[in-house]
Every structure is written in C-alpha cells, then in structure tokens.
C-alpha cells in the first residue's frame, strides 16, 4: 500500500513519543491501530461487494442468454411443427361451417353385459359408455377378496420371551 521503510517508522515514532508523550503514547497506539482495523476491514467489505455485484451482473447477461437461446429454439420448434398461417380458403370454410352446423352429443353405446348387470342388479348403473375417460376411472363392483391374517402368533412368542429375559 504505502512504501514505508523501517528507518521512516523510527523517525514517526520518535517524534510521536516528543509530541504525545510517553504517558498517552500506548493509548494513541492502540487507538490508531483499532482505526486502521476498521478501515482493513471496511475497505474488505467494499471489495467483496463490488465482486458480489460484478458476479450478479454476470449471472443476470448469462440468464438473458440463456432464456433467449432457450425462446429461439422453442419458436424454431414451434413454426417447425405449426404452420405458420392457415390458408386462407381453409380460414373461410371453417367459419362458414362453425357458423352452420351445431355442436353434436357423443354417441352413447349400449353394451348387452351392462345391460343385463343393471337388470339383475335392480339398480340403475351409470352409462360410462359416453366418455371414455370415465371407464379408466370407474370402481368396479366386484368384492375384494378378503386379506390372509397376519402371524401374531410369532410376534406374540417374541414378545412374551423379551419380558422373561430382558438382558437375552
């Protein structure tokens, strides 16, 4: 920092020890190296705050780089699969035919098996046959079978043994 040579230091310090005396001198020592700590240190402070900007700056190009690249090819992937304009005279005929024809009901099949289960059933089952999606998720009415019963007989043994001999 500072080129100072050990004879320089000698003379600051005695002229230090004729101006302040030698009876405040440790006092004034003690005070000037606390004030050059605290100007080490925040001058530290400012060096890693200007790095930890410098790196944010840095990180944040990057990002802009890297969501950009990412936007690029996701509009490459998406005129590559998507045309870009539909022609015009398929645009024309798809609104005249909005325009005329109205929304229709899905079919609904009538299965023989389903019916016959309503019949014997008494009830009225749900015709899932509309939507396919609903036959993935309809609770089929057959029983569970029952589970096999756990061995408590083992576990009870066990236990019963660790009670008689707990040091075992």
Do not use: C, W
Not at 83 to 96: F, I, N, R
């Amino acid at each position: 920092m500072f080129d100072i040579s050990f004879s320089e230091l000698l003379v600051i310090s005695v002229v230090a020890l004729v101006v302040i005396g030698p009876e405040k001198l440790p006092k004034v020592a003690r005070t000037a190296g606390a004030f050059f700590g605290r100007l080490q240190r925040f001058v530290t402070q400012v060096k890693e705050e200007v790095n930890r900007e410098t790196r944010f700056a840095e990180l944040q190009t990057l990002q802009q780089e890297v969501q950009s690249g990412l936007q690029q090819s996701y509009d490459e992937i998406e005129h590559s699969i998507l045309p870009v304009e539909p022609p015009p005279a398929a645009l024309v005929d798809a609104e005249v035919t909005s325009e005329t024809k109205k929304p229709r009901k899905p079919r609904q099949r009538k299965t023989a098996v389903a019916d016959e289960a309503a019949a014997t059933a008494g009830t009225e089952q749900p015709v899932l046959d509309a939507d396919p999606q609903a036959q993935l998720f309809a609770v089929a009415d057959s029983p569970k079978r029952p589970r096999r019963p756990r061995n408590t007989a083992k576990k009870a043994a066990a236990v019963s043994d660790a009670e008689q001999n707990p040091l075992a």
